[in-house]
């Protein structure tokens, strides 16, 4: 049931106190009311008021005004004995429909962004990082925080930070401050310094364990991140992997492999997790949805960014073609509301020259995509 607007309070129900002679005759009163449907029809209701039991005193003079308003004064206590048990029935569906706080949220909204190559101002020795100006770095942080906070996402999995400490600035920039946001993170022997990592709200989420699977044979990326969670509330357990697989950057063979092999890794982990468990799968896996990677070591798994790039969406543009590069790929335990959904503003996208409709890379040169799980 879905209420519009909120109840009135200016409603009372009952009649003052104090007692009036009953008529001699015990015949009921009857009521009728109509009521104007939206189409213009009318709909009439019937009450039928029994009167009350017949008191012992017999009418006199005194009371002759009384007997004579004694129906109009039944229709009226009838009237509002019938409003009283209409606002009892409203309020009771109101509570079924709204859950309250203790239950826990109803619905999460999870997503995952690409935000490229979100550095700091300090260059670190023994990695090939980007340093940034201090005011690159703001004017950065402030637009995917905007970006963040118009999503407004319970969880959203990053790809692309090099640190805790641009987690941290990002959260605290406006509008995101004012939100109970919690990161996990840890380091990974990427050359570049960039690690995946995970943003969520800590009064809709409690992290239970997390921790970071190195990619094989030592080679030298990003980790894939594993974090449960319990929804706050409830019962309902959550299990993040978060994945960035390797570009073509360092070589198209040797990247291929390895993200075939992340990818059996991350399958096999996922079909090890326990059963019940809800298991989500958030990253750029820089490979689309029809690829061979997602048809061979996520078969298991749901993919919702398929259907809308199968209508010709995507999170990246690459000559002049739409890529679904980054996915929300659950398990059969986890209930979403429709399939994921790319997250786009005007104000996100290039607005002229060669690259006009490109994601803006001074955000990202991705865009997020995001889907709502039910509970």
């Known amino acids: 049931m879905t209420v519009e607007t909120p109840l009135s309070n200016h409603l009372r129900t009952g009649l003052p106190s104090g007692r009036h002679p009953e008529r001699t005759q015990s015949t009921p009163a009857v009521l009728r009311l109509t009521h104007t449907q939206p189409n213009g029809s009318i709909a009439p ?3 039928h008021v029994l009167p009350s039991p017949v008191t012992s005193f017999a009418p006199s003079k ?4 009384l007997c004579r308003l004694t129906p109009a004064a039944d229709k009226l206590r009838t009237v509002l004995q019938y409003a009283r048990t209409l606002l009892f029935v409203v309020v009771f569906l109101i509570g079924i429909a709204a859950p309250s706080a203790a239950q826990g949220p109803r619905s999460l909204t999870v997503a995952s962004y690409n935000v490229c190559n979100l550095f700091d101002t300090i260059n670190d020795p023994g990695i090939r990082d980007m340093v940034f100006d201090s005011t690159t ?4 942080t402030k637009a995917l925080a905007r970006v963040i906070g118009e999503l407004s996402p319970d969880l959203l999995a990053l790809c692309e930070v090099e640190n805790d400490d641009v987690l941290q600035s990002l959260a605290l920039t406006l509008p995101l401050d004012t939100l109970p946001l919690r990161s996990v993170h840890y380091d990974s022997p ?8 995970l943003l969520y709200r800590s009064d809709r989420l409690q992290p239970v364990e997390s921790e ?4 094989p044979d030592g080679y030298a990326t990003r980790d894939v991140l594993r974090a449960e969670f319990i929804v706050r509330g409830t019962e309902h357990r959550l299990v993040f992997y978060v994945l960035h697989l390797p570009s073509r950057r360092g070589g198209y063979s040797e990247a291929n492999r390895m993200r075939e092999l992340i ?3 991350v399958g096999a982990r996922v079909a090890a997790e326990e059963p019940g468990k809800q298991v989500v799968v958030l990253g750029d896996l820089n490979a689309n949805p029809d690829s061979r990677l997602i048809r061979r070591h996520l078969a298991s798994l749901q993919c919702l960014t398929a259907a809308p790039f199968r209508q010709g969406q ?5 000559r002049d073609t739409w890529q679904m590069y980054d996915h929300i790929l659950v398990n059969a335990a986890c209930t979403p509301i429709g399939a994921a959904r790319v997250f786009v503003r005007d104000w996100m996208l290039t607005r002229e020259g060669r690259f006009r409709g490109y994601p803006d890379r001074t955000i990202s040169d991705h865009l997020p995509v995001y889907v709502r799980l039910m509970f």
Do not use: H, M, N
């Open 45 to 47: 209701f019937t009450f």
């Open 190 to 197: 990427d050359s570049r310094g960039i690690d995946v990592a």
């Open 263 to 265: 990818a059996a890794q």
């Open 314 to 318: 995507g999170s990246y543009a690459w």
């Open 62 to 65: 005194s009371f002759t005004l």
């Open 212 to 215: 970071p699977l190195p990619a």
């Open 137 to 140: 770095y703001r004017a950065k």
